[in-house]
């Protein structure tokens, strides 16, 4: 009766991009470099999988540059636009970024940070964000497409339009979005992330897709590899894996859409049973699949282990920041107090999550609520890391 509703936090791999990762660890071990007629075989399924993902995202093969993830491509992201920047110039980006994101703007920008506020409803504040891309000083913009832990969809496209209108760069870490929405309909800008995992794909392989402005872009030296973008050996395994995941999950966005009646109703049922849950972002337009919730009492960490020794997996938020004690970037962008840190469970399910999942899910909560109260648990307690 258990079930798993973390897929914002990692998705199994799916059996078909295994399958592709199995044929090429015996078919395409080689090294795509090397001046030998197998190689060339390695280097022509390694370009096969370029172009298949660049007809998804409706661009160009030669704009794509395959990464270890979205951590690294983000980083790299960010120190490439600081190198680019003078000492005067500011990077503008929405205070919920993943740490993947803050982390490094803080570390390679300093105090050369802008914030964009944020509306309630969990999206940026776009009048707030017109207001300071008037600023001369504005070297680049960084928001993701979708918050991880609210699913929120951020009104990127407008915030592409703005950026290209105004010749500043713009990085979007569209993690959240690929295999849940649209690959075409992903907006246009000029560093765009994805990251194989959140759809089925393997762990340590993601994408970058370059525009014409961003072109130059370079991370790591030595090598040559990916038209000198990223130097190393090309991981040809992860990228089959990855992108068959994205094709396959792209046939699945109708079934995955159909979620938000299943999570609607699990949140109308949890709200009526436990009054004073709080749902983040749910006046904003959210993904189908994700409920951010602040539960009014007892620690999150012990509803989450509640939940999972009935067979539910959660999480407190995003799985980067379990464990801590600070409140996520959301919750702080949105000004709850840092104690709604502690309250914060996020669900998060699939195309193939039923609606029986969801009502045993519904029925879980119900009874780890009972079950404090009757205990009555001495409500909120340490965080321990799990
Ligand atoms: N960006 C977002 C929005 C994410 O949700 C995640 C996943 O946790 C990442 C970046 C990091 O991705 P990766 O695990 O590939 O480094």
Redesign the pocket.
């Known amino acids: 009766m258990g079930c798993y509703f973390d897929y914002?936090?990692t998705t199994p791999l799916r059996q078909s991009a295994k399958s592709a990762i199995i044929e090429g660890i015996d078919r395409y071990w080689q090294n795509p470099s090397s001046p030998y007629v197998s190689s060339a075989r390695a280097k022509n399924v390694l370009e096969t999988s370029r172009e298949t993902l660049a007809s998804l995202l409706g661009t160009q093969p030669e704009s794509v540059v395959f990464t270890g993830?979205?951590?690294?491509a983000?980083n790299s992201i960010i120190e490439y636009l600081s190198r680019l920047s003078s000492q005067n110039q500011v990077l503008l980006l929405s205070p919920f970024e993943?740490p993947?994101?803050l982390d490094a703007a803080r570390h390679f920008w300093g105090d050369r940070l802008r914030f964009i506020r944020s509306k309630a409803n969990g999206t940026i504040d776009l009048e707030d964000f017109s207001v300071q891309m008037k600023s001369s000083s504005i070297a680049a913009v960084s928001v993701?497409a979708?918050?991880?832990e609210t699913g929120v969809i951020q009104p990127v496209n407008e915030i592409a339009e703005a950026c290209a209108g105004s010749g500043v760069l713009f990085h979007c870490?569209a993690?959240?979005w690929f295999g849940k929405l649209s690959s075409s309909r992903v907006p246009r800008c000029d560093f765009l992330?994805g990251?194989?995992?959140?759809f089925w794909g393997p762990?340590?392989a993601?994408f970058i897709s370059l525009s014409d402005r961003s072109d130059g872009f370079c991370s790591q030296f030595g090598g040559g590899q990916e038209r000198g973008r990223r130097g190393g050996t090309e991981n040809i395994l992860l990228v089959l894996g990855m992108v068959e995941a994205l094709a396959f999950a792209e046939k699945r966005l109708s079934d995955f859409a159909s979620q938000a009646t299943y999570r609607d109703r699990f949140e109308a049922g949890l709200t009526d049973h436990i009054p004073a849950t709080e749902i983040v972002g749910n006046t904003g337009t959210r993904l189908a699949n994700t409920s951010f919730l602040l539960l009014p009492d007892y620690e999150n960490i012990r509803w989450v282990r509640k939940l999972d020794l009935k067979g539910f997996q959660v999480s407190t938020g995003?799985?980067?920041s379990t464990g801590k004690t600070s409140s996520s970037p959301v919750l702080t962008a949105l000004g709850f107090a840092s104690e709604a840190g502690r309250k914060s469970v996020r669900v998060s399910s699939w195309a193939d999550t039923s609606e029986r999942d969801w009502g045993n899910l519904t029925q879980a909560f119900n009874e780890v609520w009972t079950d404090f109260q009757n205990a009555d648990g001495s409500g909120m307690t340490e965080v321990v890391s799990i």
């Open positions: 914002n936090a993830g979205a951590t690294e983000n993943h993947s994101v993701m979708v918050n991880n870490d993690s959240q992330v990251c194989g995992h959140k762990k340590g993601g995003s799985a980067c």
